[in-house]
Structure formats: C-alpha cells, structure tokens
C-alpha cells in the first residue's frame, strides 16, 4: 500500500520510505494511566482535525485578522515541518536530500495529514530551479471546512502547505516557500499546490495559474520563467 503517489523514477524511494515509516507507526501505544500516546517512543496527543481546520483558525482570526491568521498557520505548519524533518532525519539516519525528502509525504500520509499525489512538472534540485507541484487528497483542513458546511472565498490549507515547505527546506538545504492554487474547500475540486524557491514563488505562482487557465502544459521552464 503506497503512502504518496508519486512518479515512477521515485518509487523506489518511496517504498524505502514507507518500510520505515510504517514500522514507526506500528508502534503505536496508548497509555491512559499515564496520560500518553507515544510512537517509536515519541509522545503525541490525539486532537480532532476540527480543532485545527476551524477553531485554531477562527481564534486566531479574532486576534490578527485574516492575513495574519493566514501567515501564523503557514508559520506553524512549517515550523513542525521543519521539526519533525530533523527528527525523523537523525532517528532513520537520513543524508542522502531525496531520501530525506521520501520521508515527508509517506509520514504526512501515516500521520493522517493527507495523501499527496506528485505531478509534473517536478525538479527537485537544490538551487533557483526547485520546483514541486503536488495535490492533496482529503487534506484536513479543507475537510474540516466542508464537513461544517463551510464555503470559504480563499485557499485555506496554510498549515499544510507550510508542514510540507518546511520539511523540503530540511531536506534540501534551500529557502522554499508553497502556495496553494486550487482547494477543494473553495469548491475546486482538489487541493493543488505549488513549492520552488523563496525568490521564485510570487511568478511562479503566477505564470502557473496562466498556464492553466490558457490550458497549457506546465513545465519547468514556462513555470520559472521571468
């Protein structure tokens, strides 16, 4: 069973991947005496999804407004990216960035985030061509949304674009940044991102969406052009 849906030229990092990742998870351990949940000796707390997708935002939103809710849920999802990245590095011995990268999705997958599918057009290099487009199926966030009834104007998956960015910068060794062009909470269909480097992002964003509004092939080259 795959944890990430990927391209054949990476499927065998993948499948390493998912081995280890799946053993981490199978030691899966409740201990109510004691008020733990701990895998492969590592405590984690069981929380609804709800209570990020919805409430975490809306206070948030009470506080700093929209944008800023927006800009601290991107900042927290990276952060625990980046976090559990080095962790996870250093616990399967990790140095080799695609297979540091391989760990991300699979984990994203076990750990209930989403499934993520990769699509073209991918270059996973670490310089000013990075470039990673990949959908979210069933992301939490926007499920939280939907499941409310809920039919927000604006992408709202930033603690999961952000998990991903920072986990790809631990990987690779470069300053990323993610947006998400279609969400299925907004009605889109599906939740699809695009990563590349922090100095590329606004016009790739941007050439991206013309791309696919003209129905274009996406590529490297017509994603990054300035």
Not at 86 to 112: A, H, Q
Not at 113 to 118: D, E, I, K, R, S
Not at 175 to 192: H, I, N, Q, V, Y
Not at 201 to 215: G, P, R, Y
């Given at each position: 069973m795959?944890?990430?849906e990927?391209?054949?030229?990476?499927l065998?990092?993948f499948?390493?991947?998912?081995?280890?990742?799946k053993?981490y998870?199978?030691?899966l351990?409740?201990?109510p005496?004691q008020?733990?949940?701990?895998?492969?000796?590592?405590?984690f707390v069981?929380?609804?999804t709800?209570?990020?997708s919805?409430v975490?935002?809306?206070v948030?939103?009470?506080i700093?407004?929209?944008?800023g809710s927006?800009?601290?849920?991107y900042s927290?999802?990276r952060?625990?990216?980046?976090t559990e990245a080095?962790?996870f590095f250093d616990r399967f011995k990790?140095?080799?960035?695609?297979?540091?990268?391989?760990?991300g999705p699979t984990?994203?997958?076990?750990?209930?985030w989403?499934f993520v599918?990769?699509?073209?057009?991918t270059n996973?290099?670490?310089?000013?061509?990075?470039?990673l487009?990949?959908?979210?199926q069933q992301?939490?966030e926007a499920?939280g949304?939907i499941?409310e009834g809920?039919?927000p104007k604006k992408?709202?998956c930033?603690?999961?674009?952000?998990?991903?960015?920072?986990?790809?910068e631990?990987?690779f060794g470069i300053?990323?940044?993610t947006?998400?062009l279609?969400?299925?909470?907004k009605?889109e269909g599906?939740d699809?991102?695009?990563?590349t480097?922090?100095?590329?992002?606004?016009?790739a964003?941007?050439?991206a969406m013309?791309?696919?509004?003209?129905?274009?092939?996406?590529?490297?080259?017509?994603?990054?052009?300035?």
């Amino acid at each position: 069973m795959r944890a990430a849906e990927v391209p054949p030229e990476m499927l065998e990092v993948f499948e390493k991947a998912s081995d280890s990742v799946k053993s981490y998870f199978e030691t899966l351990e409740s201990i109510p005496s004691q008020g733990r949940v701990l895998i492969g000796k590592d405590r984690f707390v069981l929380a609804r999804t709800d209570s990020l997708s919805l409430v975490l935002r809306n206070v948030l939103t009470e506080i700093y407004g929209d944008r800023g809710s927006d800009q601290l849920l991107y900042s927290f999802g990276r952060a625990v990216g980046s976090t559990e990245a080095r962790k996870f590095f250093d616990r399967f011995k990790l140095t080799d960035p695609m297979e540091k990268f391989g760990f991300g999705p699979t984990y994203f997958s076990y750990s209930g985030w989403a499934f993520v599918n990769l699509l073209y057009p991918t270059n996973l290099v670490a310089d000013e061509t990075f470039l990673l487009v990949f959908a979210n199926q069933q992301s939490f966030e926007a499920e939280g949304f939907i499941a409310e009834g809920e039919k927000p104007k604006k992408a709202i998956c930033h603690i999961t674009a952000g998990y991903l960015t920072g986990w790809c910068e631990e990987s690779f060794g470069i300053p990323l940044e993610t947006r998400e062009l279609f969400c299925s909470a907004k009605g889109e269909g599906l939740d699809l991102f695009l990563m590349t480097h922090r100095k590329k992002i606004l016009q790739a964003a941007e050439n991206a969406m013309k791309l696919i509004e003209s129905n274009q092939d996406l590529t490297v080259e017509a994603v990054l052009a300035e």
